[in-house]
Every structure is written in C-alpha cells, then in structure tokens.
C-alpha cells in the first residue's frame, strides 16, 4: 500500500497477529495517521525476525509502471511466506490483485456460499489468505486494507480518466 488507504471503520487495537512466543523477535513496520475519525494505513510489513535498521527501509522500496486495468490486476499485491503444515515446511509467494478479491471472497463466502455447494475445491491461495486474515490492523483484518487499497486505486484511476484535468493551452 504505497501510498496508503483511509478507513472509518478501525477500532480496537493498532496491529496484531498470531500469537508470538516470549522470546520471539519480530519486525513490524506500518506507517498510520490516526485522527478522531479514521486511521490512515500504509506500507504494512510483518515479519517473523527482527531487521536492521537499512533493510526495514528496503521494506519500502515500491516500482510504479503504467499498464493496462488487467495487467494492473495480475500484478502483486501481496508479498508474503508463511509455514505450510501439510508440507512442514516455509511457502514463499506473491499474491495478485485479481486473486486477493477472489480468494478473499470465496473464504468469507461473498463468491460462492459454502452452503451453496460442496463441489468448491480450495484454491491454493485459500491457506495464505487464511493466513494473513489472523493480522489485524486497527481491529480489522489485514485483507480489508489490501481490498480497500486495490477499490482506491481503482476509482482514482477512474476518475482521472471520467473526468480529465481541463488543459491549461
């Protein structure tokens, strides 16, 4: 979320996670703007050991390119890794604007009820999206953010091209 979402739902604590043990060493870095209404969120990177101090700025670094809406949606839009228990071992990915909003949808039933069908295969995106709805920012989870950030940008861009600046000629 390079340039950050504003949400007025935010209530609770600023961020949290699964549960860290006593002697666990973790980076967190976020950049919020909380004012009475709402909180500003960007630049949210969780990770499971603690960083130096150079490359928590490295957290940072962001690429803009200008493509087309549906190239734009199979870019990245989450970078993450987490432990997978049926394969005992560290998955490494990054996850598609496209598949954020599928993937999102079909866990919390927006897409497809679970009461709909038993014929819904879980995607392989299933378990990392499960993963990152246990963090939380302001008390909502971690996905809210990502859907609020790609919508943003979608009616920004929309609105640059519905109603283009008058030209100064």
């Known amino acids: ?12 604590h600023l961020a949290s996670g699964p549960a860290v043990g006593a002697n666990d060493d973790e980076t967190l870095a976020v950049a919020v703007r909380v004012s009475p209404s709402h909180i500003e969120v960007a630049k ?10 150079d490359l928590v700025k ?7 390119t200008r493509c087309k809406f549906m190239q734009w ?9 987490y432990h ?3 394969k005992g071992s560290q998955v490494a990915l990054s996850i ?4 954020v909003i599928k993937r999102v949808a079909n866990t919390l039933d927006g897409s497809h009820p679970s009461a709909a069908s038993d014929a819904d295969i879980d995607n392989t995106f299933d378990a990392p999206i499960h993963y990152l709805l246990q963090y939380k920012v302001g008390g909502l989870p971690l996905p809210y953010y990502i859907l609020l950030k790609i ?4 009616l920004d861009a929309g ?11």
């Not at 949210?44 to 101090?53: D, I, K």
């Not at 598609?96 to 598949?99: F, H, L, Q, T």
């Not at 919508?151 to 979608?154: L, Q, S």
């Open 1 to 12: 979320m390079p340039d950050g979402v504003l949400t007025y739902a935010a209530n609770g």
């Open 151 to 154: 919508a943003k940008d979608i």
């Open 58 to 64: 490295a957290l940072e670094a962001e690429t803009v």
């Open 73 to 81: 949606m199979s870019t990245e839009a989450v970078r993450m890794s």
């Open 159 to 169: 609105q640059r091209l519905l109603y283009p600046k008058e030209s100064t000629a």
């Open 84 to 86: 997978d228990s049926i």
């Open 96 to 99: 598609s604007r496209e598949m």
């Open 44 to 53: 949210y990177a969780w990770v499971s050991a603690p960083f130096e101090h």
